[in-house]
């Protein structure tokens, strides 16, 4: 036989975050009714999953639908599935683990501050956990489809360190999960109370979700009369899957509490679209655009995209063949018509069908940011309405700009979508379309540079030549931007240059004069440059006088089509191999310390020290920092 009862303890994590859940959760309880109802939807849809491969799986019990029913003299609320059910190993490690990526990362981010946590833990989703904001005990009891009747499993626990495990007899397929109620949270033994909860958060849920009928009863012999529960089931919700309806019929609440529900989220979307698509490959696609980034999204790995059903039963979660890995924040569901029930991930790789899904989904989402990003100019449009494209950059701009590498057929509109700080704006709101706007007369290309910081990029000295004719150059921070500029060439005919990248050429912004004068300066400065180039052989590539810098005595640049100095650090940071090459080293020949440089005694010192500047100053590092130091300090004494 089965094992006996047995005592185990929760991961770390599942206690912390019980801990957590009750503590935080308090100002928002009724949510545990969603949590629950979804994970019972859940279990029924993994049902109907695994069936289509083994109908027998359904037992006697073909109809799939939740229950929730509660007993005001016990303190109980229970909510049951006959959905796939647990195993007792499954009831261990589904209700002991969190089994979720990130975990860790997420427990660390939690600052103590009730009302941060909360929020964050909301993003998190709490899912079965959350029953403890309202209970001191939870039961669940459970059958796994397919399983003897003896091997049903109950797990009980307080929610504090430990659960307990005992093989039970269930002859029902599915899983109930017990509350047993806390003496404040009495208000939801009440039939008013849970179908206003499942009307806010549940309605859309695809399966029926019955609760039992109440009655008015008159009191005997004058007394007041009273609701009372009877034995019959009714249906307290549409039970119809939301997507699945008209768009006229579906309210923007609704909407809401959709993507809610869907996405454990707990803020509003930005935006959604919601259509059906008719013609060769025929699908129902509800797209939703959050408002603001989970805490994973950097984890490219990470299983993230839209549902999947076919012909409305549920498929897969992080369908993430549907929609290219950098749109990976859109959350909802595509309910396709065509593809085959028993549609594998592998398959969906392949079809032809989820290839024309895709496109078109990654046309509908780009077309919902292109609507967000028209609003900010639109003069009808309120406070709220402007800023929501901003919010939308600055969760996910960082990730849009990857489609810039892997979405060569949309990047056009991509580019039209970027945004970015500039010498004119410390803010990440200028587009490129902006920028053009603003060019001088004489400019023929749109400038940038990049660095790790904003202060570093705003203050590298590559920019002083520009600063001093008010030229516009684009900061770019984001660890992304050096690697999608790779493939932005230009922008509606104009080049995209970096300021740090090749020999300036201002072109028809440098007067005759000024290009004169530089071109004595190098004639003078050659056999200084011819030193330099010799004590900095190592290091260098080349030397030769610049027309980037006003203020600063030298900086370092790379060939036109070479990797930036920062683009090389970042790789290297990350463990890859990048290919040694050198920078060119400009000098500045009017500044004071580079007039120095001609007859000194110490010119090999300064030589270095003028490399190694130019190294600080763009953000990298002195190869050897004490030999640096020695050096300065030698001449300081
Ligand atoms: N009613 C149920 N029937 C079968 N399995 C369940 C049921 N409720 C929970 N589980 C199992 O327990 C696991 C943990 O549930 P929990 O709600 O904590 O997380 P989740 O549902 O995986 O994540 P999230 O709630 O964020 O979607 C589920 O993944 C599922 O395997």
Redesign the pocket.
């Known amino acids: 036989m089965s094992d006996p009862k047995q005592t185990l303890s929760f991961q770390a994590e599942v206690a912390q975050l019980l801990h957590l859940v009750t503590h935080s959760l308090y100002s928002n309880r009724e949510i545990f009714v969603r949590?629950l109802v979804?994970?019972?939807s859940?279990?029924c849809d993994k049902l109907r999953f695994e069936a289509l491969n083994d109908g027998a799986l359904y037992e006697d019990a073909p109809n799939l639908e939740v229950r929730i029913a509660f007993d005001s003299d016990a303190r109980t609320i229970t909510i049951s599935?006959n959905?796939?059910?647990?195993s007792q190993q499954?009831a261990i490690d589904?209700?002991g683990t969190i089994a979720?990526s990130g975990t860790r990362e997420f427990m660390g981010k939690l600052s103590g501050d009730q009302k941060a946590d909360a929020q964050l833990i909301g993003q998190f989703?709490?899912?079965?956990?959350s029953g403890f904001i309202v209970a001191d005990r939870i039961t669940v009891e459970?059958r796994r489809a397919g399983l003897p009747h003896d091997q049903g499993v109950r797990w009980s626990s307080t929610g504090t360190g430990a659960f307990e495990v005992e093989p039970i007899t269930r002859a029902q397929r599915?899983?109930s999960?017990i509350l047993h109620v806390r003496d404040d949270a009495t208000e939801f033994l009440s039939t008013w109370k849970l179908k206003s909860i499942i009307a806010k958060y549940s309605d859309h849920i695809s399966l029926p979700i019955l609760m039992r009928k109440e009655e008015w009863k008159e009191g005997e012999e004058g007394k007041g009369g009273e609701m009372v529960l009877t034995d019959e089931w009714e249906t307290v919700n549409q039970a119809s899957a939301l997507w699945s309806r008209p768009k006229k019929d579906v309210t923007d609440e609704q909407y809401k509490a959709f993507y809610k529900q869907a996405s454990?989220d707990h803020e509003d979307p930005l935006t959604w679209s919601h259509n059906r698509v008719e013609g060769s490959t025929e699908y129902t696609q509800l797209l939703y655009i959050p408002a603001h980034a989970p805490f994973d999204l950097w984890n490219r790995d990470k299983p993230a995209g839209v549902k999947l059903y076919v012909k409305r039963v549920f498929i897969m979660d992080d369908a993430q063949a549907l929609l290219p890995t950098y749109l990976r924040f859109v959350r909802g569901v595509i309910d396709s018509a065509d593809l085959p029930l028993n549609v594998s991930r592998e398959l969906l790789q392949e079809s032809r069908d989820v290839k024309a899904i895709r496109e078109g989904s990654t046309k509908r989402v780009l077309s919902m940011l292109e609507d967000l990003a028209k609003l900010e100019k639109d003069e009808a449009a309120s406070a709220e309405e402007k800023a929501k494209y901003a919010t939308f950059w600055s969760g996910f701009g960082a990730v849009l700009k990857e489609g810039l590498g892997e979405d060569f057929a949309n990047r056009e509109r991509l580019a039209r979508l970027l945004r970015f700080a500039s010498t004119q704006s410390d803010e990440q709101v200028v587009s490129l379309a902006d920028y053009k706007a603003r060019m001088k007369d004489g400019q023929d290309a749109i400038y940038y540079i990049t660095a790790d910081t904003l202060a570093a990029a705003k203050n590298s000295p590559q920019l002083e030549v520009f600063r001093k004719k008010g030229l516009e150059v684009l900061l770019m921070t984001d660890r992304v931007d050096e690697w999608a500029l790779n493939y932005l060439q230009d922008f509606d005919g104009t080049p995209l240059q970096s300021v740090a990248k090749g020999a300036v050429d201002l072109g028809k912004l440098q007067d005759e004069e000024e290009k004169k004068k530089a071109e004595e300066a190098a004639e003078a400065f050659k056999p200084v440059l011819a030193k330099l180039k010799d004590a900095l052989k190592d290091k260098v590539e080349d030397v030769r006088v610049t027309s980037r810098l006003v203020d600063s005595p030298a900086c370092l640049v790379v060939s036109d089509g070479g990797m930036s100095l920062q683009l090389s650090r970042l790789l290297k940071q990350a463990g890859q191999k990048v290919p040694e090459t050198k920078p060119v080293l400009e000098v500045n020949p009017d500044h004071a310390l580079v007039k120095k440089l001609e007859g000194s005694v110490h010119f090999h010192d300064l030589a270095h020290i003028l490399f190694d500047q130019a190294m600080l100053a763009e953000g990298g590092m002195p190869d050897d920092p004490a030999a640096y130091v020695k050096r300065v300090n030698a001449l300081l004494a």
């Open positions: 949590e979804s994970n019972a859940d279990a599935d959905g796939i059910g647990l499954e589904n209700l979720k989703g709490v899912g079965f956990y459970s599915g899983t999960v454990h």
